[in-house]
């Protein structure tokens, strides 16, 4: 059974960073492809950032190229999002997710575990 947990989560300023960091447990974390989504108060979840399975490979919405990065840690079993030049409309409930897949990890459906989110709220 994989469980995934992510930390980091808070209240920043706009223009400020923060770090979200999620750990897979119960399964071999290097067979997943691991995902950020978010969903702000009342709209859909959003795809995010996601990287293969080595890393090797990484995607971003187009609302945060430049401005986030997703990397992950095969021996520490963790993935994290690093959010720099933080804007109001960053602020979300983030969830990370993995995925057995190698195709369509943009895509939310691609993804059969995820955790229970870490609210992230950035202020003006």
């Known amino acids: 059974q994989v469980q995934l947990v992510e930390s980091g989560g808070g209240l920043v300023q706009a223009g400020g960073s923060l770090r979200l960091s999620c750990a897979l447990s119960?399964?071999?974390?290097?067979?997943?492809?691991m995902g950020w989504f978010r969903q702000a108060s009342g709209k859909e979840r959003e795809f995010v950032a996601a990287a293969n399975r080595s890393g090797g490979v990484t995607y971003y919405a187009d609302s945060v190229k430049d401005r986030f990065t997703i990397s992950r840690d095969n021996a520490q079993n963790t993935v994290s999002l690093q959010m720099n030049s933080l804007k109001t409309e960053d602020t979300a409930v983030y969830y990370c997710a993995a995925s057995e897949g190698v195709y369509g990890l943009q895509t939310i459906s691609t993804y059969a575990y995820w955790g229970q989110g870490t609210q992230v709220t950035v202020s003006s």
């Open positions: 119960g399964r071999t974390f290097k067979n997943y492809a």
